[in-house]
């Protein structure tokens, strides 16, 4: 028996010692950072905090969040209220905590960490507004060298399953203890975060800090759902279950892309009309009809070419599949709660070569953009996806009231 104990003695030094290694760097690292000052001006700011489900959001004081090489500090202009926060906040989708929420941002770049490099640099200069995307890419892993950002390694390993950046470390640090607060994407709701610059795009002047917070996810999500995973050609039909803020941004994206019809799907008729207006030529409220009866009928019988589904639901999984024509692709960008499965007719999906395909976002260094294009052009109509703006104090109230299906299009927080 005494090499087993003694193995096990090893291990257990060994994990304690890993564990003493981490709690080192970070207090290493929140220690360099307790003396780090914007510009030699202020060293702290505010974030929003969530710890637990049930309780509600915190506003903390953080120390100043430092970049290191690669990364960018922005001063956050205003910050999307997302769906994917409440799930986290509700504990339907597992993430560390305590963490800053929010990951849909605008604002400006006010320092760089060291040794990032200059043509970054040059390409954002100090001052320059930008937006940021939620998925950060590193560009250099697998998936981000075969041109999938959307799907970037160190993102998933670290950001999502650690809540920290690729170093393994996260950049937030509250004042009075100085205790490790998690970041979910870049942890937006907060005066001041740290993007990975691959994750950044200019924001023209012309756009305005508040309603462009949402081409980060909102807009960003379904343009990944409508040009990679629908691969959406004009004169396609296309049906969105689901019109909050993703897929209202959905419809409108099928309609600048050139969709024969669009047919949205909800169950609130409020919901439907702010569709109609950014673009739906039908509208379904499910609660009252055979969603999927209705979307046959107005294609004749065949079913549309594309479906989305933006909800995250096994009722909804079910109808967007059935929805679809034989050979067309039902589209999942909706997030579910842990352990929700969707039901599928397999000899129909054989048979009838019916496509099923996942999209959780697009890819930043491409697409984002095209995206900012997009709206700055007025293809894409900014000022009608958003039907609330509030301030920072306000979060636990729209959090609540998004959970309640209060929130017709996108609401967004103003910061800075």
Do not use: W
Request: proline share 3%; hydrophobic share 40%.
């Amino acid at each position: 028996m005494a090499p087993f104990s003694l193995l096990r003695r090893i291990l257990s030094n060994a994990n304690n010692n890993s564990s003493l290694l981490r709690r080192s760097l970070s207090a290493a690292y929140s220690s360099s950072a307790a003396g780090y000052n914007v510009g030699g001006g202020t060293s702290s700011m505010k974030g929003v905090v969530f710890y637990e489900p049930g309780r509600p959001l915190a506003i903390e004081e953080f120390l100043m969040p430092k970049p290191k090489a690669g990364e960018a500090l922005i001063r956050t202009k205003a910050c999307g209220v997302c769906h994917s926060d409440l799930h986290v906040m509700k504990g339907e989708l597992p993430f560390v905590s305590p963490c800053v929420i929010g990951h849909e941002i605008t604002g400006e770049v006010v320092e760089y960490g060291a040794h990032t490099d200059a043509l970054v640099k040059n390409k954002f200069p100090i001052g320059s507004h930008v937006v940021g995307a939620f998925i950060m890419p590193c560009g250099n892993c697998f998936n981000c060298v075969k041109g999938q950002e959307d799907l970037c390694d160190l993102f998933f390993e670290y950001n999502r399953a650690k809540g920290t950046l690729y170093d393994g470390e996260t950049r937030l640090f509250l004042k009075s203890n100085r205790k490790p607060v998690y970041m979910y994407s870049m942890g937006g709701l907060a005066e001041y975060c740290v993007v990975p610059t691959n994750a950044l795009a200019t924001l023209p002047d012309s756009l305005p800090y508040a309603e462009s917070a949402i081409l980060g996810c909102a807009v960003f999500t379904a343009y990944g759902a409508m040009r990679h995973a629908a691969e959406m050609r004009a004169g396609d039909s296309v049906a969105v279950i689901g019109v909050g803020g993703v897929g209202s941004s959905c419809i409108q994206l099928a309609k600048a892309f050139g969709a024969s019809e669009v047919i949205a799907v909800d169950i609130l008729d409020e919901k439907l009309q702010n569709a109609k207006l950014l673009g739906a030529t039908h509208t379904v409220n499910s609660k009252t009809e055979d969603a999927v009866e209705r979307i046959k009928e107005i294609t004749g019988g065949r079913g549309v070419d594309v479906a989305v589904e933006a909800l995250g639901r096994a009722q909804t999984f079910s109808q967007c599949v059935k929805s679809v024509r034989d050979g067309g692709k039902a589209v999942m960008i909706g997030l579910a709660s842990t352990n929700v499965v969707g039901e599928i007719d397999i000899t129909r999906l054989v048979r009838r070569q019916v496509k099923i395909i996942g999209s959780y976002g697009a890819r930043a260094r491409q697409d984002l953009p095209q995206i900012v294009k997009l709206a700055e052009t007025g293809i894409f109509n900014l000022k009608d996806s958003i039907s609330r703006k509030c301030k920072f104090e306000e979060a636990n109230s729209v959090y609540d009231d998004l959970d309640k299906g209060k929130i017709i299009g996108r609401a967004v927080v103003e910061i800075m």
